[in-house]
């Protein structure tokens, strides 16, 4: 009988002390030896593979419970598996929203019950549950606490300071921000957006301005009360040159979207389906999210994925939804940035598997560690893909990166030693909720 019920070989392990050719054993879901195995017993061939920690997705909207036709847990965690995705955390805006035990309940059972990966959530911070989230951001499942002080609606809202500090006063745990600036931006539908259809002005009704004040202010009150933010989807070079000088109270999030198109290219060419919030911008502002991710500003990359139906997208601006499905590409399209030498695979890793960890105190995840969770993304960094609509598994059935041709490819998702994912097919789901140094 085997000592291990499966054997990673002949790959490159990414390990914590870098790159090794050596082999994986996993036994009962765990890492339990790295170094040189000579049983023939279990084996998973990974030569020519890239052995990486499982990738976590910090930052999906799955829409379940109420707006499944966009998409619902059981098939965004489908969409991630076959991504190479091995965890993800989902956002609270949602109907009902998560910002009550009762709401963050119902969502574990239904991850229990359908995902096809680990899983967490955020808890919605407001004014209204403010007072409430000392005791309830430590409830199992949570990641951390949720803040939108723009683009969002009811008691998600978070829009003016008195509301942001109820939140960043109250608790200990990270703070994720959707950091826009809601009056800036009512101000500038009226004298700037005014009548207009044409998508391209979305990033000048969402303006940079909008977005560097509104990370201003949430950045300060973190100070004040001594909290961390972790500010989303960061899309100007203003509010980059901020937060470089604010790392000992924030870290940064940055998308592939930002990252691989700009203004006014992608709406020229993608029209509503290039438009999410915050905007995609010009391309010295992309130039500028490619300097912090080198310089080691940006801590985190996640997909945003918030898939619409290809029905709700294709109305007229700005009667559109904005956001785009990407849970499914965006390992691959990291891998060809780095294919293409924008970053390293090394730093693929930091950014989706060590910057999680660090982020967000995972525990037990994160890193190809002796007694750590066996989680695995697996990769070819050399097969060439042509990304389509077709093989999306996400609802929506679309993705910006349509006809895209790419170099690198996840090829096995692995799940504490369960192989979820194998060239491009799904063989089983595991789904636990995650755990978390707090």
């Not at 976590?56 to 190479?84: N, V």
């Not at 301005?209 to 100070?223: C, F, I, P, Q, Y």
């Not at 598994?393 to 996840?410: C, D, F």
């Not at 692995?414 to 789901?429: A, E, F, P, S, W």
Request: net charge negative; aromatic share 6%; glycine share 8%.
């Amino acid at each position: 009988m085997s000592d291990f019920d499966l054997v990673l070989k002949n790959g490159t392990v990414f390990l914590p002390s870098g790159r090794s050719n050596t082999d994986v054993g996993i036994k009962d879901e765990k890492i339990v030896h790295i170094g040189d195995i000579p049983s023939k017993e279990n084996n998973v061939d990974c030569s020519e593979l890239f052995i990486f920690p499982g990738l976590i997705d910090t930052q999906c909207h799955f829409r379940e419970p109420g707006g499944e036709h966009k998409e619902t847990i059981e098939t965004g965690t489908k969409s991630a598996a076959l991504g190479g995705i091995t965890g993800i955390f989902e956002m609270p805006n949602t109907n009902p929203l998560t910002t009550t035990p009762e709401a963050l309940e119902h969502k574990i059972k239904r991850a229990e019950d359908t995902s096809y990966t680990d899983f967490a959530f955020y808890f919605g911070g407001t004014l209204q549950n403010s007072k409430n989230l000392p005791d309830w951001e430590l409830l199992p499942g949570v990641c951390g606490i949720k803040i939108f002080m723009g683009s969002s609606t009811g008691d998600l809202l978070s829009a003016t300071d008195e509301e942001v500090e109820a939140v960043v006063s109250n608790g200990k745990r990270v703070i994720a921000v959707h950091a826009e600036d809601e009056f800036m931006m009512n101000d500038n539908k009226e004298t700037i957006l005014k009548d207009s259809n044409d998508v391209g002005m979305h990033c000048k009704w969402r303006s940079v301005e909008s977005s560097l004040n509104a990370t201003r202010r949430v950045v300060n009150l973190g100070k004040k009360h001594n909290r961390h933010i972790h500010v989303l989807h960061i899309t100007t070079k203003d509010e980059m040159d901020f937060l470089r000088e604010n790392k000992d109270t924030a870290t940064v999030e940055v998308l592939p979207n930002h990252l691989t198109m700009h203004a006014p290219e992608c709406y020229t060419e993608l029209g509503t389906l290039a438009q999410q919030n915050p905007p995609i911008r010009e391309k010295i502002h992309q130039d500028a999210l490619w300097a912090a991710v080198a310089d080691n500003t940006v801590h985190i990359v996640a997909s945003d994925h918030a898939p619409h139906t290809l029905d709700e997208k294709s109305g007229i601006y700005p009667n559109t939804p904005s956001g785009t499905p990407g849970v499914q590409t965006i390992v691959p399209i990291m891998l060809n940035h780095a294919a293409n030498g924008k970053l390293t695979y090394e730093r693929i890793v930091e950014l989706m598997a060590y910057g999680p960890k660090h982020v967000h105190k995972v525990k037990n995840k994160c890193s190809i560690t002796v007694g750590y969770d066996a989680d695995f993304t697996i990769v070819d960094p050399n097969l060439v893909h042509t990304i389509t609509n077709e093989e999306q598994a996400s609802k929506s059935g679309w993705t910006p990166y349509h006809n895209k041709k790419i170099k690198g490819l996840p090829v096995m998702t692995i799940i504490r030693g369960q192989i979820v994912m194998k060239n491009g097919q799904l063989l089983t789901r595991q789904a636990k909720a995650i755990e978390f140094d707090i």
